[in-house]
Nanobody, 125 residues
């Protein structure tokens, strides 16, 4: 499964962006999908996930209420809607997918076997 992330850019604080992650595989709808990010000088961190079995969504605390992960199975695409952006959200954002992730590891990068190339999000103050 090859993932293609897009939608990053430069935005002022308080603004919004929507990231997209497309996959060619028709089975993509059965995968757990997630977004991670790497800020300047930081390790890759979990942002949001959509668990394949239940469709429930999970978020890191700092983005709850501002970010929304969703998917369009017909288009094999996952989205991350980001609102009320702050400079602390500046990072390279990566989409990831797994056909075997379990709930207890959903926030760990090691649970995902497929990754997109990353898209830069820069939030200016």
């Amino acid at each position: 499964v090859q993932l293609q992330a897009s939608g990053g850019g430069l935005v002022q604080a308080g603004g919004s962006l929507r990231l997209s992650c497309a996959a060619p595989a028709s089975t993509f709808g059965s995968y757990t999908v997630a977004w991670f990010r790497e800020g300047p000088g930081k390790e890759r961190e979990f942002v949001a996930a959509l668990f394949r079995s239940t469709g429930r969504t999970y978020y890191r605390d700092s983005v709850k209420g501002r970010f929304t992960i969703s998917r369009d199975n017909a288009k094999n695409t996952v989205f991350l809607q980001m609102n009320s952006l702050t400079p602390e959200d500046t990072a390279v954002y990566y989409c990831a997918a797994s056909g075997r992730a379990i709930l207890s590891s959903i926030r760990s990068p090691s649970a995902y076997g497929y990754w997109g190339q990353g898209t830069q999000v820069t939030v200016s103050s």
